[in-house]
C-alpha cells in the first residue's frame, strides 16, 4: 500500500472516531455505524487529495470542479 494512503485511512479513522464519539455522546439520532463514517471520510480525503494534485497543473480548473461535483466533495 502506498505511504499516502496509508496516512489519508489514519487520519479518516482519527476523524471517524471523533465524529463517532461525538454523535454517540449527545445521542445524534443520525449517528450512523463507524464503518460507514470512516468508508466516506476516507473517500473524501482521497478526492481531495486527487483534486489537490491536478490543480498542480494549469487550465485544469473545470476538471477540478467536475471531479469534486461528481464525487460530492466540498
Given at each position: 500500500?502506498?505511504?499516502?494512503?496509508?496516512?489519508?485511512?489514519?487520519?479518516?479513522?482519527?476523524?471517524?472516531?471523533?465524529?463517532?464519539e461525538l454523535k454517540w455522546q449527545s445521542k445524534?439520532?443520525?449517528l450512523e455505524p463507524w464503518e460507514f463514517i470512516?468508508?466516506?471520510?476516507?473517500?473524501?480525503?482521497?478526492?481531495?487529495?486527487?483534486?489537490?494534485?491536478?490543480?498542480?497543473?494549469?487550465?485544469?480548473?473545470?476538471?477540478?470542479?467536475?471531479?469534486?461535483?461528481?464525487f460530492g466533495v466540498k
Amino acid at each position: 500500500m502506498n505511504e499516502r494512503i496509508r496516512e489519508l485511512s489514519n487520519q479518516a479513522v482519527k476523524a471517524a472516531d471523533a465524529e463517532y464519539e461525538l454523535k454517540w455522546q449527545s445521542k445524534d439520532p443520525s449517528l450512523e455505524p463507524w464503518e460507514f463514517i470512516f468508508r466516506r471520510t476516507f473517500a473524501e480525503l482521497i478526492v481531495q487529495e486527487c483534486v489537490r494534485e491536478m490543480g498542480r497543473y494549469e487550465f485544469i480548473d473545470v476538471a477540478i470542479y467536475k471531479v469534486k461535483e461528481h464525487f460530492g466533495v466540498k
